[in-house]
């Protein structure tokens, strides 16, 4: 018989600091606890804070261009040529296969949607445009929702309900609280509008790579999930659908990629990456 393995150690030679009785109380206790290397030193926090602000620049790029009738891989053309001029690298761009820099999600389309010259942005179409930077090594992730011309009452809200859920969600992500604390906001506000939260995908660690531990997923219960300190960085980023919750890869799509809704009925996304600070949470992708 052996013990299960400890996630958490403490630096030999010094103190026992206020953060490892902590961690180490929970790890006692059978809570899933980060590992020592997902609490980012300040120096690499910096790093991530300029990568968002490249980042940041990118979207509010697409901000000022995005129109009805442009196709999404001008979209795309912006995001590249925004943040390849400013020394940085899209993390999309042939990762894991993705064949562009940018995920350009219209309607249905959940998430991953790949831009495409016969994509033409019509009115009243809500489009999620995801986009991740890298610079000198460190990643930031965001998406933002954009609605083309006038739409319905009811993707409005879609899109409105979307951002109060991530909101919520960076409201309930306190010091040394768990990841299921913040699906559990999450959840309950969208259950409100009897919405869907996808469960298929989720936020993650983010920072010295494009996805790193924890999962932060954004439905379930209170307590569950990681237990999160300050210096941990990682996005939350709910995908919200107007019916059922249930996801699928498009078939039509040859690369893979897109997730689309189960019932074909729209969904809705943001997402920012957010630093744990001693408070709350701070956004580093504003
Ligand atoms: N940016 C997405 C996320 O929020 C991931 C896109 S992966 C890609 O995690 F390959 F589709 F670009
Ligand atoms: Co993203
Ligand atoms: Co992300």
Redesign the pocket.
């Known amino acids: 018989m052996q013990l299960k393995k400890k996630r958490w150690h403490c630096l030999s030679g010094q103190p026992i600091t206020e953060l490892d009785k902590q961690v180490m109380y929970w790890e006692n206790k059978g809570k899933l606890v980060p590992t020592r290397d997902l609490i980012k030193t300040p120096e690499q926090i910096e790093g991530i804070r300029k990568a968002g602000i490249v980042n940041t620049g990118v979207l509010d790029e697409v901000a000022a261009h995005i129109h009805p009738g442009m196709n999404t891989l001008e979209i795309d053309k912006i995001c590249y040529d925004y943040c390849t001029s400013h020394g940085a690298t899209p993390a999309c761009l042939n990762y894991e296969g993705f064949p562009k820099s940018v ?1 350009t999600s219209i309607n249905e389309v959940v ?1 991953h949607g790949i831009p495409k010259e016969t994509d033409i942005l019509q009115e009243g179409d809500i489009v999620n445009v ?3 930077t890298i610079l000198d090594g460190y990643y930031a ?3 933002r929702m954009f609605i083309i011309g006038k739409t319905t009452p009811e993707k409005e809200q879609l899109v409105r309900v979307a951002k109060e859920c991530l909101e919520i969600g960076a409201e309930a992500a306190k010091p040394f609280c768990f990841v299921g604390d913040i699906g559990h906001a999450i959840q309950k506000h969208a259950d409100k509008y009897h919405y869907g939260i996808v469960r298929d995908l989720c936020g993650h660690g983010v920072g010295m790579k494009f996805h790193e531990e924890p999962d932060i997923v954004h439905y379930g219960h209170r307590g569950t999930g990681m237990l999160l300190v300050p210096g941990m960085v990682f ?1 939350i ?1 709910p995908m919200v659908n107007m019916g059922t919750w249930k996801v699928f890869i498009d078939a039509e799509d040859e690369y893979g990629w897109e997730v689309i809704t189960g019932d074909e009925k729209p969904s809705a996304q943001w ?1 920012h990456t957010f630093v744990m600070t001693e408070h709350g949470v701070e956004i580093l992708t504003y």
Request: some cysteine.
């Open positions: 995920c998430c995801d986009f991740t992730d965001a998406s996005t980023e997402e």
